[in-house]
């Protein structure tokens, strides 16, 4: 299966300035199969050690942690000559060594020339508990890897054709492949982008059989929540998990702790949420007050909805029959759209966002009388979503947004084609994750911008010219403003020819023209 994530390892691994690679992700979407895949891609040899399968591993870093003397070991016990550059070391499963952490930050200072890539399905639990103990800040790459987007899922269909139409923006062709695309996504809202699970529908398209390893998964979560918590935390995260689908499919999807149980109450369970997060199987989208960037600045994080790794997953955790898949239109507005939201919310975080821990967000009025479903940082612009599980009209609480936040961009997702109503833009649910049509939704400003660089931007093509590397937060740090106006002025400089990048937006580094 193609990978989207591919390109930036690719990139990692053909960088001169490169450090050791941190690789996150929950349990089962995919990292030993990629790293592997990199390594027979770009790289002449591979040396793979499992923490977890190979506990004998570990005692290789209970000593010094002098590359060199590692780097021997590790030979000795793979039987794989390491050479620097020319073979990619894979350290699986090393949230269950922290010394194997602890020594990447001795990679990165005294042997770059050796690739070294680390991954662990608990690695997010692992470095909560260890901070402080050790973790090589500054020291590494840190990337995530997420189930399958639908984009990817077209790809592994074989429907490279519809892939590129939606990449593409092309309303027309999308319009007229529309039958296509909506069955196709039918099928993605009930097997989602578990790498198993789509390897086994695309052995026998059985969406039954497709379940099973759905199920599998659900189980192996659990275990996971029963090994590494104490018997009442694990309860009690198992308890929250499985609330999530009775969460998401009320009419107001906030989290409530009284849907837990009789009795429930946030101080009990909050352990067990922040554990489902760290690990990757659960997200937390918390509620922002208004509309103004950064969103990050007007956050409650008592106050969210909770999301499932994946939407194949949450129908099997609610029993939804694999046969609503061809029963029209249904499976989209099925336990109140609590599919397609979810559907979204992957999209946004999958296909549309470059950060380590992308942040979607939602608002909601203080007087309670409107909300959207989710708000969007992307490029310097704020996005307001909405999610339709059908071909309706209404957009309530996307015109009060308008009226109160006339800077933010209004978007509504549901099964009617394409269309720029000024105010707001409508995109097809199969389009989510499509970049061209978001930047097409961008408000315009009614002011005319300069064609001559502000001081400001003067500014940050100084910074750029002393550091091409320097990162957004970097940027906005030294200049006192806020990671949404750099990349508006970083924007602008690219329109003006002043400014160009090179490589992609982790690995390379930015050119002052």
Not at 55 to 66: H, K, N, V
Not at 462 to 477: F, G, K, T, V
Request: hydrophobic share 40%; net charge negative; aromatic share 8%.
């Amino acid at each position: 299966m193609d990978r989207r994530l591919m390109e930036d390892l690719k990139a990692w691994a053909q960088s001169p300035t490169r450090k050791p690679l941190l690789l996150m992700g929950a349990r089962q979407v995919g990292k030993t199969w990629l790293l592997r895949e990199l390594g027979r891609e770009s790289f002449s040899s591979l040396a793979h050690i499992d923490f977890d399968r190979n506990p004998r591993a570990a005692a290789i870093f209970e000593g010094d942690l002098e590359p060199t003397r590692i780097i021997r070991d590790l030979e000795a016990m793979t039987a794989q000559p390491i050479h620097p550059g020319e073979t990619l070391v894979v350290l699986d499963e090393i949230q269950q060594c922290p010394r194997a952490l602890t020594a990447l930050k001795y990679f990165c200072d005294e042997a770059p020339d050796y690739a070294v890539a680390a991954a662990g399905s608990l690695l997010g639990v692992s470095l909560g508990r260890e901070r402080g103990t050790g973790f090589p800040v500054g020291k590494v790459t840190r990337l995530n890897l997420y189930p399958l987007s639908f984009r990817e899922f077209l790809d592994a269909r074989g429907r490279q054709a519809l892939r590129e139409a939606v990449d593409e923006g092309d309303v027309d062709l999308m319009a007229r492949l529309e039958e296509d695309l909506l069955a196709l996504l039918r099928d993605y809202l009930v097997i989602g982008g578990m790498p198993a699970v789509v390897s086994k529908f695309l052995e026998d398209g059985s969406h039954a059989a497709a379940r099973e390893v759905q199920e599998a998964i659900v189980l192996d979560y659990e275990d996971d929540m029963a090994k590494h918590l104490d018997n009442a935390d694990a309860a009690r995260a198992i308890a929250v998990w499985r609330s999530i689908p009775a969460q998401l499919s009320r009419e107001n999807k906030r989290f409530m702790y009284s849907q837990i149980g009789v009795g429930g109450r946030g101080k009990a369970y909050r352990q067990g949420i922040e554990w489902l997060v760290k690990a990757g199987v659960a997200s937390k989208v918390a509620r922002v007050g208004s509309l103004e960037s950064p969103l990050s600045g007007f956050a409650d994080e008592a106050i969210f909805k909770l999301f499932a790794v994946d939407v194949g997953l949450l129908g099997a955790m609610a029993g939804l029959d694999p046969r609503l898949v061809i029963e029209g239109d249904e499976v989209f507005r099925r336990y109140k759209g609590a599919l397609t939201e979810q559907y979204v919310f992957q999209q946004l975080i999958a296909d549309m966002s470059n950060r380590l821990h992308p942040d979607p967000y939602y608002w909601s009025a203080s007087d309670s009388k409107a909300e959207n479903d989710f708000a969007f940082e992307m490029e310097g612009t704020v996005f307001a979503v909405e999610v339709k599980g059908g071909t309706t009209q209404s957009s309530k609480s996307l015109a009060v947004i308008a009226k109160r936040f006339p800077w933010v961009s209004p978007v509504r997702f549901g099964l009617r084609g394409y269309r720029d109503e000024s105010w707001m833009t409508n995109i097809p649910l199969y389009a989510a994750g499509s970049k061209t049509l978001w930047r097409r939704a961008v408000k315009s400003s009614d002011e005319p911008e300069s064609s001559e660089p502000s001081e400001r931007d003067e500014k940050i093509l100084s910074l750029l010219e002393r550091n091409p590397q320097m990162s957004y937060e970097e940027l906005a740090a030294e200049l006192g403003v806020s990671r949404a106006t750099v990349a508006k002025g970083l924007q602008r400089l690219k329109d003006m020819g002043r400014l160009a990048r090179e490589g992609t937006r982790r690995l390379g580094s930015w050119v002052v023209l």
